[in-house]
């Protein structure tokens, strides 16, 4: 199998799975309890609190495990609005994640004003309209980091510049889930940043939240006080050494690993362009993010290709999300003005650092073959 689907999630480590094995069958406590192994393994999950943390550059008694970004969205952008009591004005973009932009769509039904901000023909999010929007009534902002559909990067310390000059009360939340081990490590410049370990080879059901100290936030489920009182819940612990371990080994390697997804992104792109009537959406090749690469092979359904391709073991997606709830439409490729034709075609490849040039070759191949008998069987 050519496993091309890493946005939508990865495989975990092989290090990942063992110390997962490790935990379950030799460390199953509840860190919370008090005899010796529990608290041996609360302080192993502290280690890679401040692990996460320093890779983040902040500190490790602002961040909160979860049980993985849409939970982290969800928390980051309702755990910081219940605190207040006057209904601020609400900044978003059109391209988000669903567990951004419905929390936005739900709020907005209770009444919230909120701004959803548009993007260029690229994917990226029109900052100029950011700078326009800001004003002394913005309490939250929230803009992806790397898109999931198409790999627009957004400038987010150009944004966080903007919000502190022209909206410095406002709240800054980023969704860093494509981003994070993807992009060099580095000081986040946001006051809320959310991440997810099954998109880093860790595991499903873990994530974390970044949350700046002194950002009011009132907090997520109520219960045994974990996470200092914001998260409660038992702790998951081999999610969170899942996602340790994966951190550890993406920190140790990260610079080979961005390499061999571009080289992969580069060369699969190279050889898709020999099919003709293909057409790439996004950003250009060298300013997209390393792992994301979304071409349209006009005339074949997204859909039917996605499966033909499944059943010659090539995985593949065609993104992630409808739009404002019209089945085919894909609001991401919509807001950046994507043809219709090219929409409905649309293909989203996705990479990992386990994936080898040798694979983009072999995939073109049965890539050409399927398209052209599709749109054979098409013309018939
Ligand atoms: N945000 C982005 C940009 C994503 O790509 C995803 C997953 O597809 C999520 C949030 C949700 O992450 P999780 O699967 O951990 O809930």
């Given at each position: 199998m050519i496993y091309l689907d890493n946005s939508a999630t990865t495989r975990p480590f092989d290090e990942?799975?063992?110390?997962?094995?490790?935990?379950?069958?030799?460390?199953?406590?509840?860190?919370?309890?008090?005899?010796?192994?529990?608290?041996?393994?609360?302080r192993k999950l502290e280690h890679y609190r401040t692990l996460l943390a320093q890779a983040m550059g902040v500190?490790?008694?602002?961040?909160?495990?979860?049980?993985?970004?849409?939970?982290?969205?969800?928390?980051?952008?309702?755990?910081?609005?219940?605190?207040?009591?006057?209904?601020?004005?609400l900044i978003t973009t059109k391209v988000e994640h669903p567990s951004v932009y419905e929390v936005f769509r739900s709020m907005q039904e209770r009444g919230y004003e909120v701004t959803y901000l548009d993007v260029d023909n690229t994917g990226k999010v029109r900052l100029d309209q950011l700078e326009q929007a800001l004003n002394a009534s913005v309490s939250?902002?929230?803009?992806?980091?790397?898109?999931?559909?198409?790999?627009?990067?957004?400038?987010i310390n150009h944004a966080y510049a903007l919000i502190r000059r022209r909206a410095p009360q406002a709240i800054f939340h980023v969704d860093g889930v494509q981003a994070f081990c993807k992009m060099p490590f580095a000081r986040l410049s946001c006051d809320a940043y959310s991440i997810s370990g099954h998109k880093f080879h860790a595991m499903k059901g873990v994530g974390a939240l970044y949350i700046r100290s002194g950002v009011p936030?009132?907090?997520?489920?109520?219960?045994?006080?974990?996470?200092?009182?914001?998260?409660?819940?038992?702790?998951?612990?081999?999610?969170?050494?899942?996602?340790?371990?994966?951190?550890?080994?993406?920190?140790?390697?990260?610079?080979?690993?961005?390499?061999?997804?571009?080289?992969?992104?580069?060369?699969?792109?190279?050889?898709?362009?020999?099919?003709?009537?293909?057409?790439?959406?996004g950003p250009s090749l060298e300013e997209g993010a390393p792992h994301?690469?979304?071409?349209?092979?006009?005339?074949?359904?997204?859909?039917?290709?996605?499966?033909?391709?499944?059943?010659?073991?090539?995985?593949?997606?065609?993104?992630?999300?409808?739009?404002?709830?019209?089945k085919g439409k894909n609001r991401v490729l919509c807001a950046m003005g994507t043809d219709e034709?090219?929409?409905?075609?649309?293909?989203?490849?996705?990479?990992?650092?386990?994936?080898t040039v040798q694979e983009m070759d072999a995939a073109a191949q049965t890539i050409q073959e399927t398209v052209a008998q599709l749109r054979q069987y098409k013309k018939r």
């Amino acid at each position: 199998m050519i496993y091309l689907d890493n946005s939508a999630t990865t495989r975990p480590f092989d290090e990942v799975a063992e110390a997962v094995n490790i935990c379950l069958r030799e460390n199953y406590f509840n860190p919370s309890s008090a005899y010796t192994p529990a608290v041996e393994l609360e302080r192993k999950l502290e280690h890679y609190r401040t692990l996460l943390a320093q890779a983040m550059g902040v500190s490790p008694g602002e961040v909160i495990y979860t049980s993985g970004a849409t939970e982290s969205n969800n928390l980051a952008i309702l755990g910081t609005q219940n605190v207040k009591r006057a209904k601020g004005q609400l900044i978003t973009t059109k391209v988000e994640h669903p567990s951004v932009y419905e929390v936005f769509r739900s709020m907005q039904e209770r009444g919230y004003e909120v701004t959803y901000l548009d993007v260029d023909n690229t994917g990226k999010v029109r900052l100029d309209q950011l700078e326009q929007a800001l004003n002394a009534s913005v309490s939250l902002v929230s803009i992806m980091q790397v898109n999931n559909e198409t790999g627009a990067i957004n400038d987010i310390n150009h944004a966080y510049a903007l919000i502190r000059r022209r909206a410095p009360q406002a709240i800054f939340h980023v969704d860093g889930v494509q981003a994070f081990c993807k992009m060099p490590f580095a000081r986040l410049s946001c006051d809320a940043y959310s991440i997810s370990g099954h998109k880093f080879h860790a595991m499903k059901g873990v994530g974390a939240l970044y949350i700046r100290s002194g950002v009011p936030f009132g907090g997520g489920f109520i219960g045994g006080g974990q996470e200092n009182g914001l998260r409660s819940g038992t702790t998951n612990a081999p999610g969170i050494i899942a996602m340790g371990e994966a951190l550890n080994k993406y920190r140790r390697n990260q610079a080979a690993y961005v390499e061999r997804m571009r080289q992969c992104k580069y060369k699969l792109a190279a050889n898709l362009k020999q099919i003709g009537d293909v057409v790439f959406n996004g950003p250009s090749l060298e300013e997209g993010a390393p792992h994301i690469l979304n071409a349209s092979f006009l005339g074949v359904r997204g859909e039917t290709l996605l499966n033909a391709l499944s059943q010659r073991n090539i995985i593949v997606s065609t993104g992630s999300a409808c739009s404002a709830h019209k089945k085919g439409k894909n609001r991401v490729l919509c807001a950046m003005g994507t043809d219709e034709a090219a929409q409905e075609s649309a293909i989203r490849f996705s990479f990992s650092p386990e994936n080898t040039v040798q694979e983009m070759d072999a995939a073109a191949q049965t890539i050409q073959e399927t398209v052209a008998q599709l749109r054979q069987y098409k013309k018939r």
